[in-house]
Protein backbone atom coordinates (compact mmCIF):
# COMPACT_ATOMS: atom_id res chain seq x y z
CA UNK A 1 0.00 0.00 0.00
CA UNK A 2 1.23 3.45 -1.12
CA UNK A 3 1.71 6.14 1.58
CA UNK A 4 0.49 9.19 0.35
CA UNK A 5 2.49 11.40 2.49
CA UNK A 6 5.34 10.25 0.27
CA UNK A 7 4.21 10.60 -3.07
CA UNK A 8 7.61 12.52 -4.74
CA UNK A 9 9.24 10.25 -7.18
CA UNK A 10 12.99 10.71 -5.29
CA UNK A 11 13.63 11.02 -1.66
CA UNK A 12 17.11 12.71 -1.36
CA UNK A 13 19.24 12.42 2.00
CA UNK A 14 22.84 13.92 1.80
CA UNK A 15 23.63 14.10 5.44
CA UNK A 16 27.42 13.77 6.24
CA UNK A 17 27.44 10.19 7.21
CA UNK A 18 25.38 8.93 4.79
CA UNK A 19 24.96 8.03 1.31
CA UNK A 20 22.32 6.73 -1.25
CA UNK A 21 18.92 7.95 -2.22
CA UNK A 22 15.38 5.52 -2.06
CA UNK A 23 13.00 6.03 -4.24
CA UNK A 24 9.61 4.49 -4.46
CA UNK A 25 8.24 2.71 -7.06
CA UNK A 26 5.05 1.42 -8.01
CA UNK A 27 3.67 -1.19 -5.86
CA UNK A 28 4.32 -4.86 -6.40
CA UNK A 29 1.86 -6.81 -8.56
CA UNK A 30 1.85 -9.81 -6.45
CA UNK A 31 -0.17 -8.52 -3.58
CA UNK A 32 0.78 -7.74 -0.02
CA UNK A 33 3.13 -10.10 0.75
CA UNK A 34 6.10 -11.13 3.37
CA UNK A 35 8.63 -14.04 3.51
CA UNK A 36 9.41 -13.81 -0.20
CA UNK A 37 12.52 -15.45 -1.88
CA UNK A 38 14.29 -13.50 -4.42
CA UNK A 39 17.23 -13.48 -7.12
CA UNK A 40 18.50 -11.50 -10.26
CA UNK A 41 19.72 -12.36 -13.45
CA UNK A 42 21.35 -9.66 -15.76
CA UNK A 43 18.95 -7.02 -15.91
CA UNK A 44 15.93 -8.47 -14.17
CA UNK A 45 14.75 -9.40 -10.98
CA UNK A 46 12.50 -12.01 -9.43
CA UNK A 47 10.39 -12.59 -6.39
CA UNK A 48 8.75 -16.14 -5.75
CA UNK A 49 6.43 -17.08 -3.10
CA UNK A 50 5.55 -15.49 0.18
CA UNK A 51 2.77 -15.21 2.37
CA UNK A 52 -0.25 -12.86 2.73
CA UNK A 53 -1.85 -13.86 6.34
CA UNK A 54 -3.66 -16.47 5.39
CA UNK A 55 -2.66 -18.02 1.73
CA UNK A 56 1.18 -19.43 0.50
CA UNK A 57 1.81 -18.81 -2.93
CA UNK A 58 3.85 -20.23 -5.47
CA UNK A 59 3.71 -17.49 -8.37
CA UNK A 60 6.63 -16.23 -9.88
CA UNK A 61 6.88 -12.28 -11.12
CA UNK A 62 9.51 -11.06 -13.09
CA UNK A 63 11.09 -7.24 -12.95
CA UNK A 64 12.73 -5.77 -15.93
CA UNK A 65 14.89 -2.62 -15.04
CA UNK A 66 15.15 -1.23 -18.30
CA UNK A 67 11.19 -0.55 -18.75
CA UNK A 68 10.23 -0.88 -14.85
CA UNK A 69 7.71 -3.57 -15.50
CA UNK A 70 6.59 -6.34 -13.81
CA UNK A 71 5.93 -9.97 -15.71
CA UNK A 72 3.87 -13.02 -14.04
CA UNK A 73 5.86 -15.94 -14.90
CA UNK A 74 5.47 -19.52 -14.60
CA UNK A 75 4.98 -20.47 -10.99
CA UNK A 76 7.29 -22.72 -8.85
CA UNK A 77 6.27 -26.23 -9.27
CA UNK A 78 6.55 -27.61 -6.18
CA UNK A 79 4.25 -25.72 -4.62
CA UNK A 80 3.00 -22.62 -2.34
CA UNK A 81 5.29 -21.89 0.69
CA UNK A 82 6.72 -19.25 2.71
CA UNK A 83 10.58 -18.27 3.70
CA UNK A 84 12.18 -19.90 0.69
CA UNK A 85 15.72 -19.11 -0.13
CA UNK A 86 17.09 -18.69 -3.84
CA UNK A 87 20.09 -17.89 -5.36
CA UNK A 88 21.59 -17.46 -8.81
CA UNK A 89 24.12 -18.88 -11.13
CA UNK A 90 24.83 -17.57 -14.56
CA UNK A 91 21.46 -17.47 -16.64
CA UNK A 92 19.46 -19.50 -14.03
CA UNK A 93 17.77 -18.74 -10.25
CA UNK A 94 17.40 -21.68 -8.11
CA UNK A 95 14.66 -21.58 -5.27
CA UNK A 96 15.08 -23.61 -2.30
CA UNK A 97 13.35 -25.13 1.14
CA UNK A 98 10.37 -22.91 2.76
CA UNK A 99 7.38 -23.84 4.61
CA UNK A 100 3.95 -24.67 3.54
CA UNK A 101 2.47 -23.54 7.06
CA UNK A 102 -0.91 -24.25 6.34
CA UNK A 103 -0.23 -27.64 5.59
CA UNK A 104 2.45 -28.20 7.80
CA UNK A 105 4.90 -29.24 5.51
CA UNK A 106 8.70 -28.16 5.52
CA UNK A 107 10.72 -28.27 2.07
CA UNK A 108 14.28 -29.45 1.25
CA UNK A 109 13.66 -29.47 -2.52
CA UNK A 110 16.08 -27.47 -5.08
CA UNK A 111 14.14 -26.22 -8.08
CA UNK A 112 16.01 -24.12 -11.48
CA UNK A 113 13.76 -21.86 -13.48
CA UNK A 114 15.42 -21.25 -16.54
CA UNK A 115 14.32 -17.20 -17.97
CA UNK A 116 15.05 -18.24 -21.46
CA UNK A 117 12.09 -20.83 -21.77
CA UNK A 118 10.50 -19.88 -19.10
CA UNK A 119 10.46 -23.41 -17.49
CA UNK A 120 11.45 -24.78 -13.70
CA UNK A 121 13.67 -27.78 -13.72
CA UNK A 122 13.31 -29.96 -10.62
CA UNK A 123 16.77 -30.44 -9.20
CA UNK A 124 18.85 -32.86 -6.39
CA UNK A 125 17.23 -32.26 -2.99
CA UNK A 126 19.40 -30.38 -0.33
CA UNK A 127 20.83 -33.47 1.49
CA UNK A 128 19.57 -31.56 5.24
CA UNK A 129 16.76 -31.89 6.71
CA UNK A 130 13.71 -29.92 5.29
CA UNK A 131 13.71 -26.34 6.87
CA UNK A 132 12.48 -22.66 6.29
CA UNK A 133 14.45 -19.39 6.57
CA UNK A 134 18.05 -20.55 5.53
CA UNK A 135 20.53 -18.07 3.68
CA UNK A 136 21.23 -18.48 0.08
CA UNK A 137 24.02 -17.35 -1.98
CA UNK A 138 26.55 -18.12 -4.65
CA UNK A 139 30.36 -17.40 -5.09
CA UNK A 140 31.91 -18.54 -8.86
CA UNK A 141 29.46 -20.60 -9.84
CA UNK A 142 28.64 -22.62 -6.73
CA UNK A 143 25.77 -21.93 -4.57
CA UNK A 144 25.66 -22.41 -0.89
CA UNK A 145 23.27 -22.75 1.61
CA UNK A 146 22.48 -22.81 5.55
CA UNK A 147 21.10 -22.22 9.06
CA UNK A 148 17.15 -22.10 8.93
CA UNK A 149 14.65 -23.91 11.18
CA UNK A 150 12.16 -26.58 11.54
CA UNK A 151 9.46 -28.12 14.40
CA UNK A 152 11.44 -26.01 16.76
CA UNK A 153 14.97 -27.06 15.57
CA UNK A 154 17.33 -24.21 14.56
CA UNK A 155 20.12 -25.59 12.07
CA UNK A 156 24.01 -24.20 11.84
CA UNK A 157 24.88 -26.57 8.72
CA UNK A 158 26.36 -25.74 5.29
CA UNK A 159 26.18 -26.76 1.88
CA UNK A 160 27.56 -26.26 -1.47
CA UNK A 161 25.76 -26.82 -4.51
CA UNK A 162 27.42 -27.74 -7.77
CA UNK A 163 25.01 -27.32 -10.80
CA UNK A 164 27.15 -28.69 -13.66
CA UNK A 165 26.85 -32.51 -11.63
CA UNK A 166 23.61 -31.07 -9.41
CA UNK A 167 24.96 -32.27 -6.45
CA UNK A 168 25.51 -30.83 -3.09
CA UNK A 169 28.55 -31.49 -0.39
CA UNK A 170 28.56 -30.44 3.41
CA UNK A 171 30.90 -28.03 4.24
CA UNK A 172 32.14 -26.44 7.58
CA UNK A 173 29.63 -25.75 9.28
CA UNK A 174 28.31 -22.00 10.05
CA UNK A 175 30.07 -21.30 13.34
CA UNK A 176 27.67 -19.34 14.90
CA UNK A 177 24.31 -20.23 16.91
CA UNK A 178 22.14 -22.23 14.78
CA UNK A 179 19.66 -19.88 14.19
CA UNK A 180 16.85 -18.69 11.58
CA UNK A 181 15.97 -15.53 9.64
CA UNK A 182 19.69 -14.86 9.40
CA UNK A 183 21.02 -12.69 6.28
CA UNK A 184 23.51 -13.63 3.56
CA UNK A 185 25.66 -12.36 0.89
CA UNK A 186 28.59 -12.78 -1.31
CA UNK A 187 31.58 -10.39 -1.30
CA UNK A 188 35.10 -10.28 -2.77
CA UNK A 189 35.03 -14.05 -3.26
CA UNK A 190 33.63 -14.78 0.25
CA UNK A 191 30.06 -15.41 2.00
CA UNK A 192 28.70 -13.33 4.59
CA UNK A 193 25.59 -14.71 6.76
CA UNK A 194 25.20 -12.63 10.27
CA UNK A 195 21.72 -11.80 12.45
CA UNK A 196 18.92 -13.97 13.09
CA UNK A 197 16.93 -15.46 15.62
CA UNK A 198 16.93 -19.04 17.80
CA UNK A 199 14.93 -19.80 20.86
CA UNK A 200 13.74 -16.26 21.46
CA UNK A 201 17.73 -14.18 21.07
CA UNK A 202 18.27 -12.15 17.93
CA UNK A 203 21.96 -11.71 16.93
CA UNK A 204 23.87 -8.95 15.02
CA UNK A 205 27.13 -11.50 14.80
CA UNK A 206 28.59 -11.75 11.34
CA UNK A 207 31.23 -14.36 9.78
CA UNK A 208 32.89 -14.73 6.61
CA UNK A 209 33.00 -18.53 4.73
CA UNK A 210 36.08 -19.16 2.23
CA UNK A 211 34.99 -21.80 -0.13
CA UNK A 212 38.60 -21.95 -0.90
CA UNK A 213 39.62 -23.33 2.40
CA UNK A 214 36.38 -24.15 3.74
CA UNK A 215 36.54 -22.09 6.53
CA UNK A 216 34.54 -19.31 8.82
CA UNK A 217 35.72 -16.64 10.22
CA UNK A 218 34.14 -14.12 12.60
CA UNK A 219 33.86 -10.68 11.43
CA UNK A 220 32.38 -7.16 13.23
CA UNK A 221 28.97 -7.55 14.15
CA UNK A 222 26.26 -4.87 12.79
CA UNK A 223 25.82 -2.00 14.45
CA UNK A 224 24.85 -2.01 18.37
CA UNK A 225 20.94 -3.58 17.12
CA UNK A 226 20.23 -7.19 17.39
CA UNK A 227 17.53 -8.18 14.54
CA UNK A 228 16.48 -10.84 12.16
CA UNK A 229 14.03 -10.72 9.33
CA UNK A 230 16.25 -8.12 7.70
CA UNK A 231 17.35 -7.43 4.29
CA UNK A 232 20.42 -7.80 2.16
CA UNK A 233 21.59 -7.15 -1.30
CA UNK A 234 24.88 -6.66 -3.12
CA UNK A 235 25.78 -3.79 -5.32
CA UNK A 236 29.35 -3.33 -6.85
CA UNK A 237 30.23 -6.53 -5.10
CA UNK A 238 29.95 -4.85 -1.66
CA UNK A 239 27.55 -6.33 1.12
CA UNK A 240 24.86 -4.33 2.32
CA UNK A 241 22.45 -5.08 5.42
CA UNK A 242 19.56 -2.82 7.02
CA UNK A 243 16.24 -3.55 8.58
CA UNK A 244 14.60 -6.23 10.61
CA UNK A 245 13.39 -6.22 14.38
CA UNK A 246 13.94 -7.21 17.86
CA UNK A 247 11.07 -8.47 20.04
CA UNK A 248 9.12 -5.70 19.00
CA UNK A 249 11.25 -2.56 17.92
CA UNK A 250 11.69 -2.52 14.59
CA UNK A 251 14.91 -1.09 12.73
CA UNK A 252 15.22 1.06 9.20
CA UNK A 253 19.31 1.40 9.82
CA UNK A 254 21.10 0.46 6.67
CA UNK A 255 24.80 -0.47 6.38
CA UNK A 256 27.21 -1.34 4.01
CA UNK A 257 30.27 -3.72 4.91
CA UNK A 258 33.47 -2.76 3.91
CA UNK A 259 35.34 -6.02 3.59
CA UNK A 260 39.46 -4.36 4.10
CA UNK A 261 38.49 -2.75 7.22
CA UNK A 262 36.01 -5.14 8.58
CA UNK A 263 33.79 -2.42 9.57
CA UNK A 264 30.33 -1.73 8.76
CA UNK A 265 29.64 1.65 7.43
CA UNK A 266 26.24 3.59 7.82
CA UNK A 267 24.00 4.55 4.63
CA UNK A 268 21.18 6.54 4.10
CA UNK A 269 18.12 4.72 6.40
CA UNK A 270 14.86 3.67 4.97
CA UNK A 271 12.45 6.55 4.74
CA UNK A 272 9.88 4.68 7.08
CA UNK A 273 10.47 3.80 10.84
CA UNK A 274 9.70 0.15 9.57
CA UNK A 275 11.14 -2.63 7.24
CA UNK A 276 11.22 -6.23 7.79
CA UNK A 277 9.97 -9.78 6.69
CA UNK A 278 10.17 -8.71 2.63
CA UNK A 279 12.38 -9.68 -0.23
CA UNK A 280 15.38 -7.53 -2.10
CA UNK A 281 17.31 -8.61 -5.47
CA UNK A 282 19.92 -6.57 -7.19
CA UNK A 283 20.14 -4.86 -10.73
CA UNK A 284 23.25 -3.06 -11.92
CA UNK A 285 23.86 0.04 -9.50
CA UNK A 286 20.67 -0.72 -7.23
CA UNK A 287 18.59 -2.71 -5.39
CA UNK A 288 14.92 -3.41 -4.57
CA UNK A 289 12.91 -4.30 -1.59
CA UNK A 290 9.67 -6.02 -1.92
CA UNK A 291 6.56 -6.08 0.19
CA UNK A 292 7.19 -6.75 3.99
CA UNK A 293 6.13 -5.88 6.74
CA UNK A 294 5.75 -2.54 7.88
CA UNK A 295 3.55 0.27 9.69
CA UNK A 296 0.74 -1.91 8.20
CA UNK A 297 0.55 -6.17 8.92
CA UNK A 298 1.54 -6.62 5.07
CA UNK A 299 2.28 -4.31 2.26
CA UNK A 300 3.47 -4.58 -1.35
CA UNK A 301 5.39 -1.28 -1.53
CA UNK A 302 8.36 -1.32 -4.20
CA UNK A 303 11.63 0.64 -2.71
CA UNK A 304 14.97 1.25 -5.06
CA UNK A 305 18.44 2.09 -3.28
CA UNK A 306 20.45 3.58 -6.06
CA UNK A 307 24.32 4.63 -5.22
CA UNK A 308 23.74 8.09 -6.02
CA UNK A 309 25.45 9.93 -3.49
CA UNK A 310 28.93 9.19 -2.06
CA UNK A 311 30.64 10.71 0.80
CA UNK A 312 34.19 10.38 -0.09
CA UNK A 313 34.53 12.60 -3.15
CA UNK A 314 31.71 15.42 -4.88
CA UNK A 315 29.01 13.28 -6.40
CA UNK A 316 27.09 14.60 -9.70
CA UNK A 317 23.50 14.54 -10.12
CA UNK A 318 22.79 10.69 -11.44
CA UNK A 319 21.63 11.41 -15.47
CA UNK A 320 22.46 9.46 -18.54
CA UNK A 321 22.78 12.51 -21.21
CA UNK A 322 26.83 12.64 -20.52
CA UNK A 323 26.84 9.15 -23.09
CA UNK A 324 25.32 8.35 -26.14
CA UNK A 325 24.10 6.44 -27.99
CA UNK A 326 21.40 4.67 -25.74
CA UNK A 327 20.55 2.35 -26.05
CA UNK A 328 24.73 1.65 -27.56
CA UNK A 329 25.57 -0.93 -29.57
CA UNK A 330 29.74 -1.09 -30.22
CA UNK A 331 30.62 2.17 -28.82
CA UNK A 332 29.49 4.68 -26.24
CA UNK A 333 30.11 8.07 -26.33
CA UNK A 334 31.00 9.96 -23.33
CA UNK A 335 31.14 13.32 -22.99
CA UNK A 336 34.02 14.54 -21.02
CA UNK A 337 36.72 17.24 -21.26
CA UNK A 338 39.78 15.07 -20.70
CA UNK A 339 41.14 11.24 -20.10
CA UNK A 340 38.71 9.61 -17.35
CA UNK A 341 38.22 6.77 -15.27
CA UNK A 342 35.37 4.43 -15.82
CA UNK A 343 34.00 1.41 -14.47
CA UNK A 344 30.96 -0.77 -15.81
CA UNK A 345 28.77 -2.59 -13.75
CA UNK A 346 26.61 -5.41 -14.96
CA UNK A 347 22.68 -6.45 -13.81
CA UNK A 348 24.20 -8.27 -10.52
CA UNK A 349 26.47 -4.76 -9.66
CA UNK A 350 29.52 -7.11 -10.67
CA UNK A 351 32.37 -5.25 -12.20
CA UNK A 352 32.60 -6.00 -15.98
CA UNK A 353 35.11 -3.71 -17.57
CA UNK A 354 37.14 -0.86 -15.83
CA UNK A 355 39.82 1.62 -17.42
CA UNK A 356 40.33 4.96 -18.88
CA UNK A 357 38.71 6.68 -21.41
CA UNK A 358 38.38 10.24 -23.73
CA UNK A 359 35.50 10.34 -25.72
CA UNK A 360 34.57 6.57 -26.46
CA UNK A 361 34.57 3.64 -24.76
CA UNK A 362 34.32 0.12 -26.31
CA UNK A 363 31.06 -1.59 -25.27
CA UNK A 364 31.35 -4.24 -28.26
CA UNK A 365 32.33 -7.82 -25.81
CA UNK A 366 29.21 -6.79 -23.16
CA UNK A 367 25.84 -8.90 -23.86
CA UNK A 368 23.23 -7.02 -24.56
CA UNK A 369 21.33 -5.93 -21.07
CA UNK A 370 21.52 -2.90 -18.61
CA UNK A 371 24.49 -1.64 -16.92
CA UNK A 372 26.04 1.22 -14.72
CA UNK A 373 28.72 3.25 -15.72
CA UNK A 374 30.60 5.08 -13.33
CA UNK A 375 32.86 7.96 -14.26
CA UNK A 376 35.73 9.49 -11.98
CA UNK A 377 38.46 12.45 -12.44
CA UNK A 378 39.65 11.68 -8.68
CA UNK A 379 37.64 15.08 -7.77
CA UNK A 380 34.12 14.40 -8.67
CA UNK A 381 31.97 11.25 -9.71
CA UNK A 382 29.17 10.93 -12.08
CA UNK A 383 26.87 7.97 -12.78
CA UNK A 384 24.50 6.86 -15.31
CA UNK A 385 22.57 4.13 -16.61
CA UNK A 386 23.09 2.73 -20.47
CA UNK A 387 21.42 -0.34 -22.67
CA UNK A 388 23.28 -2.83 -24.95
CA UNK A 389 20.92 -3.79 -27.67
CA UNK A 390 22.25 -5.16 -30.83
Known amino acids: MRHTTLALAFLFYSTAFTQGTWTQFPDYPGGQRYAQAAFSIGDKGYVCTGFNGSQNTAALWEYDATTSTWTEKAPLPGGARQ ?180 TWVPVTPFPLSVRRNGASFSVADSAYLVGGNGQLPIIDEVWRFGLDINTAITERKTESNFMHPNPANDVLWIDVPAQIRYTILDGRGATVDTGRAFGTIDVSALPTGLYALVLDDGTARQTGRFIIAR
Do not use: M
Open 83 to 262: YASAFSIGDTGYVLCGWDNVNEIDYNDLWAYHPGTNTWEQKASLPGVPRYAGVAFSIGGIGYFGTGAANATWHNDFYAYDPTTDTWTEKADFPGNPRRWAVGFASEGKGYIGTGESSGIRYRDFYAYDPESNTWEQRASLGTNNRRQAFAFTINDQGYVGGGVDFVENWNDFNRYDVGSD
